[in-house]
Nanobody, 118 residues
Framework: VQLQAYGGGLVQAGGSLRLSCAASGRIRRIDDMGWYRQAPGKQRDLVASITSGGRTVYADSVKGRFTISRDNAKNMVYLQMNSLKPEDTAVYYC?????????????WGQGTLVTVSS
């Protein structure tokens, strides 16, 4: 099982980016999916998460600006980021709780860099 995240890049403050993350491999079911971010010198923090039923949770710092969504048929999770701020600059990681053939396990994507210039 693998998670592949993409969609990061350089954007000016006030701009938008959409991150995508694809899960692949021998997947029976995916439970919670989410996005985390880690800025230089800081810990990795939750940005947003979504259950298989579509219930969402957001960090206070991104509420009203970011939207998480998922496509269960395609094993994808997305993060639409609007009104970006320089403090949103970080490496963004997707995460998913996946039932493979063997058991349930948490997986991480490789990270995608988002840089917001002022």
């Amino acid at each position: 099982v693998q998670l592949q995240a993409y969609g990061g890049g350089l954007v000016q403050a006030g701009g938008s980016l959409r991150l995508s993350c694809a899960a692949s491999g021998r997947i029976r079911r995916i439970d919670d999916m989410g996005w985390y971010r880690q800025a230089p010198g800081k810990q990795r923090d939750l940005v947003a998460s979504i259950t298989s039923g579509g219930r969402t949770v957001y960090a206070d710092s991104v509420k009203g600006r970011f939207t998480i969504s998922r496509d269960n048929a395609k094993n994808m999770v997305y993060l639409q980021m609007n009104s970006l701020k320089p403090e949103d600059t970080a490496v963004y990681y997707c995460n998913a709780d996946i039932w493979s053939l063997a058991a349930r396990q948490g997986y991480w994507g490789q990270g995608t860099l988002v840089t917001v210039s002022s």
